[in-house]
């Protein structure tokens, strides 16, 4: 599927220089099909491709992805769409144009993020809790199995007691035990997240690429494009706008460059 995204089920929206991605099936608590799948891929990417350098109108330095309603995802379509030969690639290409975009991609989670709704918030670099947030993989509990990416990823982001208690016991994560975890980077509601992203988006764009490559690479050390961007970020424009910034006791306009 390459055509555009249904708008109609991923709503994309520009506020600043962050763009929100909000999962927009509310009636389906937001459950996903291949479409929605391939929909998110598709904003990510553009988002990510808008980040270009400089000062370019309609540029996006941070995205946050959200679900319209009381529900983040409540996972895969158990009507049939994971059942189709096309989903697992699909969610797969979507789990993995998050890990490789650029921008730093938070969730904010104000409801239940179940299954592949889960998939989402561990594929995101940071994530938001709501006091309604709670993540779990009820995949044992329908027969369905989940790849070996999402289990290394709980285990590096919960840490491997919880990831077995999540997979194996059908342990529940919420707020606090997200929060205590470090899973989680705050407890608020949709406005500060939003507050949050906004936040994120005023950092140095260079040096949040660079580190989200480093975090994601399996084996960084010795990789020459690791080390390229390295020593562009050293080079960059930015560097020296940090410097004056501190000099002239203001905060720094970052510009990508």
């Known amino acids: 599927m390459n055509e555009p995204y249904p708008v109609e089920t991923v709503l994309v929206e520009q506020r600043g ?3 929100i991605i909000t999962l927009n099936r509310p009636e389906a608590r937001n459950a996903l099909r291949e479409q929605e799948c391939v929909a998110v891929a598709q904003a990510v990417r553009a988002a990510s491709q808008s980040g270009g350098e400089g000062d370019t109108v309609g540029a996006s330095r941070a995205i946050l992805l959200r679900g319209e309603g009381p529900v983040f995802c409540a996972g895969a379509d158990l009507k049939g769409a994971v059942y189709g030969g ?10 993995q144009a998050i890990v490789d975009c650029s921008l730093p991609v938070i969730a904010d989670i104000q409801g239940p993020a179940v ?12 994530r938001i809790f709501g006091d309604d947030a709670q993540i779990w993989i009820p995949a044992a509990d329908h027969g369905l199995a989940l790849d070996s990416w999402t289990h290394l990823r709980a285990k590096e982001l919960l840490g491997g007691a919880v990831a077995r208690n999540v997979f ?44 989200k490559a480093v975090l994601n690479h399996p084996a960084p050390e010795g990789d020459e494009g690791l080390k390229g961007m390295f020593d562009r970020v050293w080079a960059s424009d930015d560097v020296q706008e940090a410097r004056r910034a501190r000099a002239e006791k203001r905060a720094p306009q970052f510009r990508g460059r």
């Open 86 to 95: 096309s989903f697992g690639a699909a969610i797969a290409q979507m789990l």
């Open 168 to 211: 194996l016991g059908s342990a529940v994560v919420g707020p606090e035990q997200a929060l205590m975890l470090g899973f989680a980077i705050k407890r608020t509601d949709g406005e500060g997240a939003l507050q949050f992203a906004q936040e994120v988006a005023a950092k140095a764009p260079l040096t949040l690429a660079y580190s």
């Open 115 to 126: 299954g592949a709704g889960c998939q989402l918030a561990l594929a995101c670099d940071l």
């Open 17 to 19: 220089v962050v763009t």
